[in-house]
């Protein structure tokens, strides 16, 4: 199970060599990724439920799997591909896992790094803070729904790109 790199497993899924044994593997694994993530803590949630940051995130987090979802399906090749629900669970394993590292990586080295500044910015006058507290943001929720929407949009592009890549390689493109 590669759980890091994509290249070999594009060749794998365009030229049929994933067991369905692999496949289901794989669809735990996502699973796991995404469970683990959010409840180790890793993941944060920086918005109090139901003010409007928090919806905010919602209807954002919600817009951007429905056109993520779209556009991976039309880059698999559409209605054609038989193969879309396989192709995109076992892509989503590594794509995921090295974008959640990377955007939640730089999220904790920010709010630990800078934890002061960041406090610092959102307690000053600057118009951007006060607009922030407005709307019921904080330095370090605006943060996190700056790594959450980011991890997103970039998971589902990079899924796309794959994805046309294991069409492409199928001579399907």
């Given at each position: 199970m590669l759980l890091m790199r994509t290249r070999p497993l594009v060749n794998a899924l365009a030229k049929g060599e994933i067991s369905a044994e692999q496949r289901a593997y794989y669809l735990l694994a996502s699973f796991l990724v995404f469970n683990l993530a959010y409840y180790s803590g890793f993941v944060a949630s920086g918005t109090v439920p139901w003010t409007p940051p928090y919806i905010a995130e919602a209807l954002a987090v919600i817009l951007i799997n429905i056109v993520g979802i779209v556009a991976t399906f039309d880059a698999s090749g559409g209605?054609?591909?038989k193969q879309y629900i396989i192709d995109f669970t076992?892509?989503?394993v590594?794509?995921?896992v090295t974008t959640l590292l990377a955007f939640w990586g730089v999220y904790w080295v920010l709010r630990i790094g800078f934890h002061e500044a960041i406090i610092a910015v959102a307690q000053s006058n600057m118009?951007?803070?006060i607009n922030m507290t407005t709307l019921g943001f904080d330095g370090f929720s605006m943060l996190a729904f700056a790594a959450t929407i980011g991890s997103l949009v970039v998971t589902y592009v990079r899924l796309t790109k794959l994805l046309a890549l294991v069409r492409a390689e199928r001579g399907e493109a």
């Open positions: 209605k054609s591909n076992c892509l989503y590594p794509v995921t118009q951007f803070a």
